[in-house]
């Protein structure tokens, strides 16, 4: 059976504002499926924003299951990642669920997988998926030698990313609280 790829998500998190972006592309093995695919959404009340990169049925169950953490939270991004990755990997079915989050909100950006991680870069810029490490370096390098804006910085990054690898394209998706 053939792997589903195609996703490049990065997100950055700077001066109480949080950034993140996704190429459209998914890919069956050699084959473009979509070419526009939105892999970003808003959740609670548009005050938190995720990225996924993974099986997209997946994804969408870990949206639904973390905005409900964050309501029975109220908004504590921190504490409902952690509930989340914690039910993730326990959960028998959960467990099965194949992607990874980015989710950030005003006060910090965090990546939540289903090993458990919930993890905060020292940085403030964390990537995932096929492109995830091309468009990691390239927001590194761009934060590090100038002073550009948080969409500019993310726009750029997935930019490059898409310049070298084959999974990710330049239909973006950028979306900032």
């Known amino acids: 059976m053939s792997q589903i790829r195609g996703t490049t998500i990065i997100g950055i998190h700077r001066n109480g504002h949080t950034c993140i972006g996704g190429d459209g592309q ?6 473009v499926l979509k070419s526009k695919a939105v892999k970003i959404r808003r959740i609670y009340d548009d005050r938190v ?6 099986a997209t049925a997946d994804a969408f169950t870990l949206f639904e299951k973390f905005e409900e953490r964050l309501k ?14 914690r039910e993730w990997r326990t959960d028998k079915v ?19 997988s ?17 492109g995830g490490s091309y468009a ?39 979306e900032e609280v």
């Open 72 to 85: 029975g939270n109220k908004g504590n991004l921190r504490k409902a990642a952690v509930e989340l990755a």
């Open 26 to 31: 998914v890919t069956l093995g050699d084959t």
């Open 49 to 54: 924003l995720v990225g996924f990169a993974g």
């Open 94 to 112: 959960l467990r099965r669920l194949d992607a990874m989050l980015v989710a950030g909100d005003s006060s910090t950006i965090l990546l939540i």
């Open 114 to 130: 289903g090993a458990g991680d919930v993890l905060e870069p020292d940085d403030g810029i964390i990537a995932i998926g096929s």
């Open 136 to 174: 990691l370096a390239a927001a590194r390098a761009l934060a590090a030698n100038g002073k550009m804006a948080n969409r500019a910085l993310i726009g750029e990054a997935l930019r490059i990313a898409a310049d070298i690898c084959i999974y990710t394209n330049n239909n973006t998706m950028i």
